[in-house]
C-alpha cells in the first residue's frame, strides 16, 4: 500500500479511498483499467476522466464479480430452504422470531428461490441500515452467524470476518457499493404483489441488526 502515489495521484488516491476503499486487488484492476484507457486515444466529445474509469471499473465488479457471487449465495440458501422442508436442518437453527423461519413448505424449486432472493434482499437491506459494520459481540451472543443469508454471503466471498475488534463487514467499500446497487435493482424489478411482500416481510419479520452497529470512531 506504500507504493499506491506511484500509481495513482493525490486526488485519484482520495477518490478510490472514498469509493472502493484501499483493497489490493481493486488498486492492480484499477491501475490497469487507467493505462487501458490513458493509452487509448480519447473520443472528440470529451476525454475520459478519473471518476469515469471508477464508474467504470464498478460496473466491472459488479457484473463480474458480485452478481455471480450473488447467484451462487442464492443457490446456497435456496438449498437451506430445501433442507428445511426435508427436515435436514436443527430446530436451534429455526429459533423463534428467526426471519427465515418459514421457508415454503412444498417441495418447489421456484419457491425456494423466490424465497432465497426474499431472504437476500432483506439481509443486505439490514446490513445497509447499520452502515455496514457490524459487531457480532456487541450482545454476547453472535447471533448473525445463525442466519444463513450471513453464511452464504461469507461463503462466497463477498463478506469477511475479524476478531480484534469483532467485526463483520463487505470485503471492501466497492464491494459495499454493489451490493447497495443489487439491492436496489432487485427493488426495481418487482412486480405489485412481490413488493408487498417485501415491505410486509421488512416489518413483521425482518432482520434488524442496528443494535450490533459498530460504534463510532472505529475504523
Not at 5 to 16: A, G, L, M, P, R
Not at 80 to 87: S, T
Not at 139 to 156: K, R
Not at 195 to 200: D, N, R, Y
Amino acid at each position: 500500500m506504500h507504493m499506491v502515489t506511484d500509481y495513482f495521484s493525490q486526488s485519484e488516491w482520495k477518490v478510490i479511498d472514498e469509493i472502493l476503499g484501499p483493497n489490493p486487488r481493486h488498486l492492480f484492476e484499477l491501475y490497469a483499467l487507467k493505462q487501458r484507457y490513458y493509452y487509448q486515444k480519447p473520443t472528440e466529445d470529451k476525454a475520459c476522466t478519473f471518476d469515469d474509469i471508477v464508474d467504470a471499473y464498478i460496473a466491472y465488479l459488479q457484473i463480474t464479480v458480485v452478481n455471480p457471487a450473488l447467484d451462487r449465495a442464492l443457490e446456497i440458501l435456496q438449498k437451506f430452504a430445501n433442507d428445511v422442508y426435508k427436515g435436514k436442518v436443527s430446530k436451534d437453527k429455526l429459533r423463534f422470531g428467526a426471519p427465515w423461519r418459514h421457508p415454503p413448505k412444498i417441495d418447489d424449486p421456484k419457491l425456494h428461490m423466490e424465497w432465497a432472493k426474499l431472504q437476500l434482499m432483506d439481509f443486505v437491506q439490514s446490513l445497509a441500515n447499520t452502515e455496514f459494520g457490524v459487531n457480532y459481540r456487541t450482545d454476547y451472543s453472535e447471533e448473525i452467524f445463525d442466519d444463513p443469508s450471513t453464511a452464504a454471503l461469507l461463503q462466497v466471498g463477498l463478506l469477511y470476518t475479524q476478531r480484534d475488534p469483532p467485526f463483520l463487514r463487505p470485503i471492501s467499500k466497492g464491494i459495499q457499493r454493489c451490493l447497495v446497487r443489487w439491492l436496489v435493482q432487485q427493488q426495481m424489478q418487482l412486480n405489485f404483489r412481490d413488493l408487498i411482500h417485501f415491505v410486509w416481510h421488512r416489518i413483521i419479520r425482518g432482520r434488524y441488526y442496528r443494535h450490533l452497529m459498530v460504534q463510532v470512531g472505529y475504523k
